[in-house]
Nanobody, 121 residues
């Protein structure tokens, strides 16, 4: 059983910062790409940032220059440092990872439970 557990969400004023963490645990053989998605009320879930196992990062245009994704492979953890937050960043943020467990032959996408980020104006 593989689980992703997020932490670090909360309420912050516009211009502030938050750091999200997502730790994968369980019978893990290997993790490929990891990433963060978000879903605002009434909107579809959107990709925010991804990072490969080698550390190559990509971002949606709306967060470039403000958000930084990173990972610690030894800890099976991915982070999202969010600076200069705007009210439009308000959403539930979900962690995603392509994980192969010790009992599987392929990588499967796993999701965390989500963490709320609210940015007040």
């Amino acid at each position: 059983q593989v689980q992703l557990v997020e932490s670090g969400g909360g309420l912050v004023q516009a211009g502030g910062s938050l750091r999200l963490s997502c730790a994968a645990s369980g019978s893990i053989f290997s993790i490929n790409a990891m990433g963060w998605y978000r879903q605002a009320p009434g909107k579809q879930r959107e990709l925010v940032a991804t990072i490969t196992s080698g550390g190559t990062a990509t971002y949606v245009d709306s967060v470039k220059g403000r958000f930084t994704i990173s990972r610690d492979n030894a800890k099976n953890t991915v982070y999202l440092q969010m600076n200069s937050l705007k009210p439009e960043d308000t959403a539930v943020y979900y962690c995603n990872a392509d994980v192969r467990s010790r009992r599987e032959s392929y990588y499967y996408a796993r999701w965390g439970q989500g963490t709320q980020v609210t940015v007040s104006s």
